[in-house]
């Protein structure tokens, strides 16, 4: 069946006037068109107002239209909760961002002088895992992405290699950082970093949709499937065993709770104002952003001048994710399932100033 030809479905609660959610739909309809995309969901909020949509299938078989409501792996946005519960920990004066990992994780972290601020940042130097052939969730593994996987089996593949650099004196994003960071909240509380990310934030906040699946292999329904590409046809990537990801990005989420997520953190509902602006206290990193505490700082260039964006942006095979606010009310949260090839910047970057920039 033609992605071109499949219907969408909205949900609308009060949509923002000032937003062109028409322009918004538009825009995913065009990278169905365009085969960037197999489906496309959105949530957009302006102050109280709010509207979500959904374009393309849920399933390249059935063809069956995805759903505004549909679950999806949310990558590495699972690095803004374990930051978020790590400063939550620093509120309650159980640990500083200047502590070095040694004082509470003995004999983990070859360098102990890292400190948490460095694992946060991405400013550590530690390996990432991920880079070795067989362990990255951005590639297909066929049966091996049912393997189950312990965190010290993550960090014995990433501290087999040496450093990077020196503890603070680059950027590199790696995932060990937020191996051990999930390592260091179970240590703080004795609980698993899930229920504490389920203490701490879904429950208080309802987000009754967003999961820590922890070796569970499928999405609850409803949910749009993801692919890869593997030519001449494509493979169905959507189960696989989340642990090769742990707190790095292995949570479970839908585009309306990552958009209260995000809009309750930078609005300083879930930690002191003094954690968050260290949280928002960035680096230099990458060109297409700046990187905090686990949040990622965006510009998103406006007719009438740049604008400030904060979030986190979460890849993993078969699923990409945009989570995004502005801290004045605005957020935007894409879930986008890539087919031919993943969505550039460019495509992307417009539905960000249609949110960010409505004067334009």
């Known amino acids: 069946m033609l992605l071109t030809t499949l219907l969408a479905t909205v949900l609308t609660v009060t949509p923002p006037a000032a937003i062109s959610t028409t322009e918004l739909h538009d825009q995913l309809e065009g990278l169905v068109a365009d085969h960037y995309i197999t489906a496309g969901l959105i949530h957009v909020r302006d102050g109280p107002n709010h509207w979500s949509d959904a374009v393309g299938v849920r399933d390249l078989t059935s063809g069956a239209p995805a759903t505004p409501t549909g679950h999806f792996r949310i990558g590495s946005v699972t ?16 640990l500083d961002l200047d502590d070095p990992i040694e004082r509470h994780l003995s004999g983990v972290v070859p360098n102990g002088a890292i400190t948490v601020r460095q694992l946060l940042q991405h400013t550590s130097g530690l390996y990432d895992y991920m880079s070795e052939p067989g362990y990255s969730t951005n590639r297909w593994r066929g049966d ?3 393997d189950d996987y ?12 040496g450093p990077l650099f020196d503890p603070g004196t680059s950027w590199h994003y790696s995932n060990t950082n937020y191996v051990v960071a999930g390592l260091l909240i179970e240590k703080l509380t004795g609980r698993p970093y899930g229920e504490e990310v389920a203490r701490r934030i879904l429950r208080p906040l309802k987000l009754t949709h967003t999961s820590v699946p922890g ?10 499937h993801g692919y890869e590409p593997l030519p001449p046809t494509f493979v169905d990537a959507t189960k696989m065993d989340p642990s090769l990801d ?12 990552l958009a209260t997520f995000v809009t ?6 879930l930690t002191s104002q003094e ?25 998103i260039p406006c007719a009438n001048g740049p604008r400030t964006v904060w979030g986190h942006t979460g890849q993993l095979i078969g699923y990409l994710t945009v989570t995004l606010t502005d801290g004045e009310n605005r957020s935007l949260v894409l879930s986008l399932n890539p087919y031919e090839q993943d969505p550039p910047t460019e495509t ?5 100033a249609t949110v960010f920039c409505p004067e334009s």
Not at 215 to 224: F, I
Not at 275 to 299: C, H, I, K, V
Request: hydrophobic share 45%.
């Open 275 to 299: 954690s968050l602006t260290e949280m928002q206290r960035t680096t230099n990193a990458d060109p297409l952003f700046r990187y905090g505490l686990g949040l990622q700082e965006f510009t």
């Open 246 to 257: 742990w707190a790095a990005g292995e949570m479970i989420s839908t585009t309306e709770d």
């Open 264 to 269: 309750a953190l930078i609005d300083g509902h």
């Open 79 to 94: 690095k803004t909760f374990v930051a978020t519960v790590l400063l939550q920990l620093v509120d309650e004066g159980r």
């Open 150 to 161: 312990t965190p010290q089996d993550l960090l014995d593949v990433a501290f087999a290699k």
């Open 348 to 352: 992307v970057l417009p539905m960000a």
């Open 144 to 146: 091996a992405r049912f």
């Open 215 to 224: 070796h569970r292999s499928t999405l609850p329904n409803t949910h749009a």
